[in-house]
């Protein structure tokens, strides 16, 4: 049962990352059981796993649906994961390993190669190249409890990150910054590499409230 229960987690936690489940979306637990072929009993424990970690709602006489945030959850929770991210680059610049370092610059070459390749065009394919290079500086910081705490935030802000590379001229700025960050991390310069990060993954108010009409 156990087992199923994590099947049934990961398979939705990769459902919100690609944009399959957007917020607002209703999870509909037949649906689930018939592509597992499982029970209601795993599929209930998980959708309650993931009310845990406020990636899921339960709406009454309706069923569960992927978070949606108000505008004041969107800036609440966006402060918060700034402050996480900001935190691993900073980790990450004192704590940098050759092997880290080596995937660090992979992952800021492909977004550089994707902008000056596509320019606007394909946002959703940069868009897992950008997952990549936060994955990357997460892990670099080497503490997996903040990366734990990264990737849930993460996960309640995907579809709003992701939507914002639909916007023009973004996708070469955002190589930019992960090319500035990543130059902070390789000079083992930790406030500012911290400073530049929280500041690449923040949104102004005005942002935050067109993505949010976007997506509603």
Do not use: W
């Amino acid at each position: 049962m156990a087992g199923q229960t994590e099947t049934i987690i990961s398979a939705i936690l990769r459902d919100i990352e690609t944009g399959a489940l957007r917020p607002g979306d209703f999870i509909e637990d037949a649906a689930i059981m018939a592509r597992h072929e499982v029970s209601r009993t795993p599929v209930r424990e998980a959708l309650i796993q993931l009310e845990a970690s406020g990636l899921v709602e339960r709406v009454a006489r309706k069923g569960a649906v992927v978070f949606r945030p108000t505008l004041e959850q969107f800036l609440a929770i966006l402060e918060v994961h700034a402050k996480l991210e900001g935190q691993a680059a900073g980790l990450a610049a004192r704590r940098l390993s050759a092997t880290h370092a080596a995937a660090l610059e992979a992952a800021v070459a492909a977004c550089e190669a994707h902008a000056q390749e596509h320019g606007d065009g394909a946002p959703d394919a940069y868009y897992q190249l950008n997952m990549d290079f936060h994955r990357v500086v997460a892990e670099a910081a080497g503490n997996p409890y903040l990366l734990d705490m990264i990737k849930t935030n993460a996960r309640k802000l995907m579809a709003y990150y992701r939507a914002r590379y639909h916007y023009k001229g973004v996708i070469a700025t955002s190589a930019r910054e992960h090319r500035a960050i990543a130059a902070l991390i390789f000079a083992r310069d930790a406030e500012e590499a911290e400073a530049a990060m929280e500041r690449h993954v923040s949104f102004d108010h005005v942002t935050a409230l067109d993505l949010l009409a976007a997506l509603s």
